[in-house]
T-cell receptor
Framework: GQQLNQSPQSMFIQEGEDVSMNCTSS?????WLWYKQDPGEGPVLLIA?????ELTSNGRLTAQFGITRKDSFLNISASIPSDVGIYFC???????????????FGKGTHLIIQP | SAVISQKPSRDICQRGTSLTIQCQVD?????MFWYRQQPGQSLTLIAT?????????ESGFVIDKFPISRPNLTFSTLTVSNMSPEDSSIYLC????????????FGPGTRLTVL
């Protein structure tokens, strides 16, 4: 099956700093999704990307679908304390059986903001 | 986006018993899924819940251990059978809404601890 590598595994940053994380896959995806998960909660969808090269923003968050279709990044500008959490990338395989069957998740990036 | 609720939100169970988790969505959805998230880990797809027919299970998951029902377009149940401590995880219901192209949303999760 596909391998999806998410990095970094964790980030320790100061409030106000910008954050960047990325995911790479061993095969192409036709959709990239970025989620944030707070402790005790389910993942919340942040941004969905559907086309190679697509760049989408959601407030202070910006994500891009890589041109090769094998990677995506998420940037957070001017981090604030509520940005703390685990961020997951997820990609969908174009050869899946249909619908969302082929969603593969990265292992997550733990974002920790130091006072 | 679809609003997803799960019951129970958490439970502590004895080894050898079974627990049924319910997932209710506030609107009709095209697809429903069940995921497992073991402590500190990413999300793993258990199965796709199919309306009116048997669920489609991923490799490593079987119907006898994780029976699933989906009687209509807005409701599904997952049963964790004959539990052991290794089944301690967060179990998450997930849907693809008919109104949101390829966007996948998650419920709040059910945190299961098996003693």
């Amino acid at each position: 099956g596909q391998q999806l590598n998410q990095s970094p595994q964790s980030m320790f940053i100061q409030e106000g700093e910008d954050v960047s994380m990325n995911c790479t896959s061993s095969s192409i995806f036709n959709t990239w999704l970025w989620y944030k998960q707070d402790p005790g909660e389910g993942p919340v969808l942040l941004i969905a990307l559907y086309k190679a090269g697509e760049l989408t923003s959601n407030g202070r968050l910006t994500a891009q679908f890589g041109i090769t279709r094998k990677d995506s990044f998420l940037n957070i500008s001017a981090s604030i304390p509520s940005d703390v959490g685990i961020y997951f990338c997820a990609g969908r395989d174009p050869h899946s059986g249909g619908g969302a069957d082929g969603l593969t998740f990265g292992k997550g990036t733990h974002l920790i903001i130091q006072p | 986006s679809a609003v997803i609720s799960q019951k129970p939100s958490r439970d502590i169970c004895q080894r050898g018993t079974s627990l049924t988790i319910q997932c209710q969505v506030d609107s009709q959805v095209t697809m429903m899924f069940w995921y497992r998230q073991q402590p500190g880990q990413s999300l793993t797809l258990i199965a796709t819940a199919n309306q009116g027919s048997e669920a489609t299970y991923e490799s490593g998951f079987v119907i006898d251990k994780f029976p699933i029902s989906r009687p209509n377009l807005t409701f599904s149940t997952l049963t964790v059978s004959n539990m052991s401590p290794e089944d301690s995880s967060i179990y998450l219901c997930s849907v693809v809404s008919s109104n949101s192209y390829n966007e996948q949303f998650f419920g709040p999760g059910t945190r299961l601890t098996v003693l």
